[in-house]
């Protein structure tokens, strides 16, 4: 650096940088360089920083632009489209050009360059899409696999002896923790296939129940009662009198008159009272007689009981090879 350029101010060094280099032949004075109106007149020490550049604001708002090419019209850009809006004349609708004044043939003119244009025009842009498209495509593809790399790189060896220490468990990129996060979720996997099982082991179980139910309303589909001449039928079987004989078909529903059509001919049910009553009555006088005949009624239920069982059995073994109910 010189050192007489860096003892003098900023001023005098501008003036002197400013000074012609040849001399004068004048005799007068020379004309100041930086005269008092000059921003340059007092010395203002600036620093050595640079200045942020002033971008000038643009007032008012831009409207958006408009999508030419919209993803509901993915046609716009074929020949058949261009063919349809650019469509030249009908020959009934052309005259001839001798018969045209020169406005005619102006108009004519223009048509053709409207129509040349709007051709032009839509081809362009679409292409200049097309590859604004591609381009950006191809920065977002960069970017990710700059990112990728990024992230599979190794950290540095600085970094890696200064960072504080981990513990290899609580690393999430060592091998036990991938080890440990891959059987949890093979165990998540094996409990989500076991509920979907049960899930479609109960739906089949539903099923099942569903189709033997309706299956048992069609067996017992055949004793319903649809028309009234079934319900008299079953109202004369049950309450009314034999016409031919007329003898009743309850012949165990007998009063103290005869035999009944009805079990209410034996009268009311018995009350509370009277069942407390009867069974004072049995517990004093029956002692006896239970002893005698707990034996024999003993082995007359052991007799029944087996008796139900085997036609529950013979029952279930019928429909089982039937496949239906019995």
């Known amino acids: 650096m010189d050192p007489i350029k860096g003892s003098i101010c900023r001023s005098c060094r501008q003036r002197l940088s400013l000074q012609p280099k040849a001399r004068s032949f004048s005799t ?41 090419f919209p993803a509901s019209r993915p046609d716009k850009a074929t020949p058949e489209y261009l063919a349809n809006v650019t469509a030249d004349p009908l020959d009934k609708n052309v005259n001839p050009s001798h018969k045209l004044t020169e ?4 108009k004519v003119k223009m048509s053709e360059v409207r ?24 920065a977002s593809r960069a970017k990710q696999l700059q990112r990728d790399d990024l992230l599979k790189q190794a950290a540095r060896e600085d970094a890696r002896l200064t960072n504080v220490s981990t513990p290899q468990e609580m690393d999430p990129n060592s091998t036990a923790s991938l080890a440990a996060l891959e059987a949890e979720v093979a165990i998540t996997k094996k409990l989500h296939e076991q509920k979907l099982a ?42 009314d009198q034999d016409p031919e004989g007329m003898v009743t078909r309850h012949a165990d529903f007998k009063t103290t008159v005869g035999n009944g059509s009805s079990m209410w001919n034996f009268g009311p ?30 082995d007359q239920a052991a007799k029944a009981a087996r008796f139900a069982k085997d036609q529950e059995r013979m ?9 239906g109910k019995m």
């Open 115 to 138: 129509r040349t244009q709007l051709r032009e025009g839509l081809t362009g842009l679409h292409a200049r899409k097309e590859a604004e498209i591609n381009i950006m495509a191809r």
């Open 28 to 68: 007068s004075a020379t004309r100041r360089v930086v005269p008092p109106e000059s921003p340059y007149y007092v010395d203002i020490p600036s620093s050595y920083q640079p200045y942020l550049p002033f971008s000038k604001q643009q007032k008012g708002t831009l409207p958006v632009p408009r999508e030419l």
């Open 198 to 239: 049960n899930l479609e082991r109960v739906q089949a179980e539903k099923h099942a129940q569903k189709m033997d139910a309706l299956h048992t309303l069609y067996m017992n589909a055949r004793k319903f009662i649809t028309t009234e001449k079934q319900l008299d039928d079953m109202i004369k079987d049950q309450f």
């Open 269 to 298: 049910p018995d009350s509370i009272k009277d069942l407390i009553t009867d069974a004072s009555n049995k517990a004093r006088g029956g002692d006896m007689m239970s002893a005698v005949t707990s034996r024999v009624g003993k």
């Open 103 to 106: 406005a005619g043939r102006h």
């Open 315 to 323: 029952k279930k073994i019928a429909e089982k090879l039937s496949g």
